[in-house]
């Protein structure tokens, strides 16, 4: 079976560009997150989908990120434009039931490095 | 405020050691614990999740322990080996709004 797909791992930018990420989680997982990590610190949370509602953006910095979850399935993040303080680790995450459940397991993708010069 | 804290922040041991993580957390109503694995440049990968009524769980060399009373958890390693070189992450589940609050990890080296 395959895991959380992310795409690009590594992106380098200018300050003031965009940037997007992709995810496509594993199959028939309903709750999807973007993560966002620092070095040497824990993921925070960005925002968690279920199914194609987005409930819980309260973290999400709404002046210049934006995420869509198009019929469920994959996810793309966005960054409009980057400034140097958003460089970071993005990570994706899917599970088949919402975090309170055992089997709320969280899954992975490898992660976006991003890079804002 | 729900937090997780962990200690050390990092750690080095001799391989074929045993070690143990720390986690202290004051997140309020708790639903679960997680520990999860994560190696230089890649995802987090859960190693055990603990309900309150779990007071240790295993998973090969990685035994996670909790004490839901004085709202403590340990993760100890066994006999460790190079590819335990990783940070290891505890994250605790609030029940109301299934927020996850994570902590910010124990770097872990282990030296041949």
């Known amino acids: 079976e395959a895991g959380v797909v992310q795409s690009p791992r590594y992106k380098i930018i200018e300050k003031k560009q965009p940037v997007a990420f992709w995810c496509n989680p594993i199959?028939?997982?309903?709750?999807l997150y973007w993560y966002r990590q620092n070095l040497g610190q824990g993921p925070e949370l960005l925002i968690r989908y279920e199914n194609e509602e987005a409930v819980d953006d309260s973290q999400l910095p709404k002046d210049r990120f934006s995420a869509e979850r198009l019929k469920g399935v994959d996810s793309t993040l966005k960054i409009q434009p980057a400034e140097l303080g958003d460089s970071a680790v993005y990570l994706c995450?899917?599970?088949?039931?919402?975090?309170?459940?055992?089997?709320?397991?969280?899954?992975f993708g490898e992660g976006s490095r991003l890079t804002v010069l | 405020k729900n937090q997780v804290e962990q200690s050390p922040q990092s750690l080095i041991i001799l391989e074929g050691k045993n070690c143990t993580l720390q986690?202290?957390?004051?997140?309020?109503?708790?639903?679960?614990l997680r520990w999860y694995k994560q190696d230089t440049g890649r995802g987090p990968v859960s190693l055990t999740i603990?309900?309150?009524s779990e007071n240790t769980k295993s998973n090969g060399r990685y035994t996670a322990t909790l004490d839901a009373d004085t709202k403590q958890s340990s993760l100890h390693i066994t006999a460790s080996q190079l590819s335990d070189s990783a940070s290891y992450i505890c994250?605790?589940?609030?029940?109301?709004?299934?927020?996850?609050?994570w902590g910010a990890g124990t770097k872990l080296i282990i030296k041949p």
């Open positions: 603990m309900t309150f």
């Open positions: 994250v605790v589940s609030a029940w109301s709004n299934y927020q996850l609050i």
């Open positions: 986690c202290n957390y004051t997140v309020s109503p708790f639903s679960n």
């Open positions: 199959s028939g997982h309903n709750t």
């Open positions: 995450a899917s599970s088949l039931e919402n975090p309170d459940s055992n089997t709320g397991e969280l899954f």
